[in-house]
T-cell receptor, first 112, second 115 residues
Framework: SQTIHQWPATLVQPVGSPLSLECTVE??????LYWYRQAAGRGLQLLFYSVGIGQISSEVPQNLSASRPQDRQFILSSKKLLLSDSGFYLC???????????FGPGTRLTVL | AQKVTQAQTEISVVEKEDVTLDCVYE???????LFWYKQPPSGELVFLIRRNSFDEQNEISGRYSWNFQKSTSSFNFTITASQVVDSAVYFC????????????FGKGTKLSVKP
């Protein structure tokens, strides 16, 4: 069966510090991978998606970047965090467009 | 443009009551997919159901049922005999075949079931 991992689970970072969040998927190959952010107020916003190694599409211009160095690894990064980067970050995987997306446990980021 | 509207921000019911969560969507695609997810206090999004645009059959799974009506662009979710464990935020989402199937979420409905 497939599982998706995210770490860390929680993170408190000062403004201006770098960020690296990691997501890995087990039990499947060549998945589509997604990063979503859920800010206060509950709405979920797609940040990045990837259909293969090294292929990243950005949905919203912002202070963040993503990379996919391996087939089942997806990393979300920032060089300098802003207060507005605080939120709950969720990674998801799906087999192809239109298929169900399965979500990881999330990382709760607080920028102070 | 695709859009999902969940007009009910918060609902509070007493245990054993039935409750319906509304979802209205907008899309120009002829092929699309609709989803419901549950987000308990722990935060993880739990998949509940996926329907494609060509299948309007209603579905029942235990105490959960879904009513898909293309004529009104709605995909409503009913919980029968609600329980305290049903307390969560519920999200309706829409996906097409473009943009690699990215999910467009509604803002969610927070359901509180009181004993």
């Amino acid at each position: 069966s497939q599982t998706i991992h995210q770490w860390p689970a929680t993170l408190v970072q000062p403004v201006g510090s770098p960020l690296s969040l990691e997501c890995t998927v087990e039990g499947t190959s060549n998945p589509n991978l997604y990063w979503y952010r859920q800010a206060a107020g509950r709405g979920l916003q797609l940040l990045f998606y990837s259909v293969g190694i090294g292929q990243i599409s950005s949905e919203v211009p912002q202070n963040l970047s993503a990379s996919r160095p391996q087939d089942r690894q997806f990393i979300l990064s920032s060089k300098k965090l802003l207060l507005s980067d605080s939120g709950f970050y969720l990674c998801a995987w799906g087999r192809r467009a239109g298929d169900t997306q399965y979500f990881g446990p999330g990382t709760r980021l607080t920028v102070l | 443009a695709q859009k999902v509207t969940q007009a009910q921000t918060e609902i509070s019911v007493v245990e054993k009551e039935d409750v319906t969560l509304d979802c209205v969507y907008e899309t120009r695609d002829t092929t699309y997919y609709l989803f419901w997810y549950k987000q308990p206090p722990s935060g993880e999004l739990v998949f509940l159901i996926r329907r494609n645009s060509f299948d309007e059959q209603n579905e029942i799974s235990g105490r959960y049922s879904w009513n898909f009506q293309k004529s009104t662009s709605s995909f409503n979710f009913t919980i029968t005999a609600s329980q305290v464990v049903d307390s969560a935020v519920y999200f309706c989402a829409l996906s097409g075949l473009g943009s690699q199937g990215n999910l467009i979420f509604g803002k969610g409905t927070k359901l509180s079931v009181k004993p």
